[in-house]
């Protein structure tokens, strides 16, 4: 069992930037492929960024190319979300999920945190 935990959420202009946090309860952690999915208010559960468990390999949904970032820190079973250029449509409640296969399908994650808020102002 993997249990997550997100931070890092609240308000911020469009244009900013806030930074999400994602710890996990397990050492095993490094062994899943992490991601970042969101959901706005009556829409679906969309996929934003995942990171394999090495690292080194990285794919982000194409609405938030080139101004979010992953990254992940083994050693202390964090993953983080570094997002810039705010934009308003970029408002939902993000969420942390673990696989050990991972992908772009909600579906397929079995571990979530219980999501933070993020909302962007114009």
């Known amino acids: 069992q993997v249990q997550l935990a997100e931070s890092g959420g609240g308000l911020a202009q469009a244009g900013g930037s806030l930074r999400l946090s994602c710890v996990a309860s397990?050492?095993?952690?490094?062994?899943?492929?992490m991601a970042w999915f969101r959901q706005a208010p009556g829409k679906e559960r969309e996929f934003v960024v995942a990171i394999a468990w090495s690292g080194d390999i990285t794919y982000y949904g194409d609405s938030v190319k080139g101004r979010f970032t992953i990254s992940r820190d083994s050693a202390k079973n964090t993953v983080y979300l570094q997002m810039n250029n705010l934009k308003p449509e970029d408002t939902a409640v993000y969420y942390c999920a673990a696989d050990s296969v991972g992908g772009t399908d909600y579906s397929k994650y079995d571990y979530w945190g219980q999501g933070t808020q993020v909302t962007v102002s114009s």
């Open positions: 397990r050492r095993t952690f490094r062994n899943y492929e």
